[in-house]
């Protein structure tokens, strides 16, 4: 069965340090991954994705998102958080050539970044 | 704003009665989703179409349930004979069509939530 893992159920940051919100991967065959982003009262805003090239995937609002293979994993990154990055962050998979409308989330972290 | 509409945005109903939900997707996307969140929880798929054709439908979605997306514009999902169970929040996505084979993300819609007394 396919699946997205968030470890995290929170992460904390200081505003000004670098951010990362882990997401591993187990899928059968090529992956296209994807980071949204949900603010409260509203609806998931994309953030980035990764379908092919380039394992270092940029995206909206400084956020930055690398592909490993190996490790099967999508980590969001940003190098400098901001109190406006608090939200709760959702990991996505889709398989290549797989279903064309079934995207897997993870359960969610949430990021909150104190001044 | 042009982007995914649902109404209504909150919707509160006794055990047993039908609701229906209404999702507006972005005019020049012809894919829709439907997914339901629960607390604490990502984002679940449901259903989703093509234009009108309905092409994937999820375990989730029991015989309770069922979507429609008549001239391939708007979607209603309905759900009969509603139990406590199915409060959460349903969410409206749409695409465009992928010609290619590249994976498009989804845009979506505020979600109505669902209360079941």
């Known amino acids: 069965a396919q699946s997205v893992a968030q470890p995290e159920d929170q992460v904390n940051v200081a505003e000004g340090n670098p951010l990362t919100v882990k997401c591993t991967y187990s899928v059968s065959g090529n992956p296209y991954l994807f980071w949204y982003v949900q603010y409260p009262n509203r609806g998931l805003q994309f953030l980035l994705k990764?379908?092919?090239?380039?394992?270092l995937v940029k995206g909206s609002y400084g956020f930055e998102a690398e592909f490993n293979k190996s490790q099967t994993s999508f980590h969001l990154k940003k190098p400098s958080a901001l109190v406006s990055d608090s939200a709760l962050y959702f990991c996505a998979v889709r398989v290549y050539g797989g279903s064309q409308g079934n995207l897997i989330f993870g359960k969610g972290t949430k990021l909150s970044v104190k001044p | 704003d042009t982007g995914v509409s649902q109404n209504p945005r909150h919707k509160i109903t006794k055990r047993g009665q039908n609701v229906t939900f209404r999702c507006d997707p972005i005019?020049?996307?012809?894919?829709l989703y439907w997914y339901r969140q629960t607390l604490g929880q990502g984002p679940e798929f449901l259903t989703y179409f093509q234009n009108e054709a309905q092409l994937e439908k999820s375990r989730l979605l029991s015989d309770r349930f069922s979507a429609e997306r008549p001239k391939g514009s708007f979607s209603t999902l309905e759900i009969q004979r509603t139990e406590q169970g199915d409060s959460a929040m349903y969410l409206c996505?749409?695409?465009?069509?992928?010609?290619?084979?590249?994976?498009?993300?989804?845009?979506f819609g505020p979600g109505t939530r669902l209360t079941v007394l």
């Open positions: 005019s020049e996307h012809n894919r």
């Open positions: 990764y379908i092919t090239g380039d394992n």
């Open positions: 996505a749409s695409s465009p069509m992928s010609g290619t084979g590249v994976a498009n993300e989804q845009f």
